[in-house]
């Protein structure tokens, strides 16, 4: 019963170091999921984008196909063919933004897979030792172990560390088998990864294939258009008549509403001055009930329901500044199609003062206010359509080409309130939305003032 068995201690050592030994379990894992479940997100929005933008080029394709050579129908061919070069340049961004996010996937997955791939070697590993040690050494039988126990104690630690030592040993064989099925799954995400990288990468050539070919096609209206220079020359100074006239409109409308707000506070002040003398007349009247009539009648000062107080327009301007590159885009989709300023004609490469930019969107969207703000104006200003001009203190927004209108005059609008639907097919600037910010006399890029996509 004393004999020792010197094997059989070491192998009981070796047994219970590797039990204790266990292979740290990876919490990158689950990151690695979270991580490649978000790109995977945004590459399915950027392929929704490009799906509707892709939509819109159709329809952009059908309108110039469906042209004829007079010349009113050859601009509009081309004004619609600018807007189909816009959208395949954001078409072009979107695969861009999903070919980047193809690119981190795969690198996430490639380490995911290198993680794996030394969790399982290490695996391996281990359990080849454990095996190594049995062949060489021996595995004494259990009965023999448990017979040869200097005492019932010794014989109970000998009969626990060898169950655990066989649960260890199949726990290991399991681990191995179950971190091998996740490699293969891993490498069938990376495999799909790379099939969908090339089929961005061949989408990507044919957009810009199709987009060098609308240049091309572009270029060859261009040609053609300047041939009618007389004509191109009269609408030239139609656009500028019409910013010309929005200018002076916009200005003429804040000074008669400048010039009405003062009248209205004068009015006011006046009718204040009455009510204050009344007041104090009331407070000489001998008969009681008579008194506090007169008192309660004149007791609470005058408020104009129409028109906002200075102290909230003030209130509104700060605001309104304080959200500079923040504000809300007026409409939920859309790309910039004419930019703000000073910008050459690409006709006939004359200059051409835009006072705020066009929105390219779909046709009768929803038109909302980028800010709290009272709409002291509402009207048509020819070139620009149907326009909704806003108060935000010192700053001003105007929305142009409505098709339809819901927002009226000395009216207060909440930030985000629908306030009409932007053009249609049959409106002047067609399915875009005119959008223009100015500071009293200055106009602004709106741009630098709405939010980033």
Known sequence: MNRRLPSAQIFFFVALTCVMVVLPASSSGQNYQNIRLELQQQQEHARSEIASLQGRIRQFEEQISEAADAYSDMYQQFQNLRNEITLRNEVLRNMESERTSILKELEITQRQIDDLTEDLNTLIENYKSTLTYIYKHGRVPE????????????MLVRSYYLQRFEEYRQGQARQIGVMQDELKLREDELEDARRRSQQNIAAMQQERSALERRRQVQERQVAELRRDRERLEQRLNASRR??????????????????????EQERLARLEEVRQQRLASAENIRSRREREAQIARYSTPLQDPGLPSDELLGTLENSFEQQKGQ?????????????FGNRVNPVYGTRIDNPGIEILTEAGSEVRAVHDG??????????????????????????????DISAARNR???????????????????????????DQNTNLDPEVWISSR
Not at 250 to 259: A, D, K, M
Not at 327 to 339: D, F, Q, T
């Open 412 to 438: 207060f609008v909440r930030e985000g309130e629908v306030i009409g639907r932007s053009g249609d097919e049959d409106s002047l600037r067609g399915t875009s939305l005119f959008f223009m910010i100015r």
């Open 327 to 339: 504000l809300p885009w007026p409409v939920p989709s859309g790309v910039v199609s004419a930019r």
């Open 242 to 263: 019409e910013a010309e006239n929005l200018e002076q409109t916009l200005s003429r409308l804040i000074e008669e509403e400048t010039l009405a707000r003062a009248a």
């Open 374 to 403: 009272y709409v002291f104006a509402v009207q048509p200003i020819p070139g620009f359509g149907n326009c909704v001009f806003v108060k935000h203190g010192r700053y001003i927004t105007v929305y142009g080409n409505m098709s």
């Open 143 to 154: 009965e023999i172990l448990l017979f040869t126990s200097a005492s019932i104690n010794q």
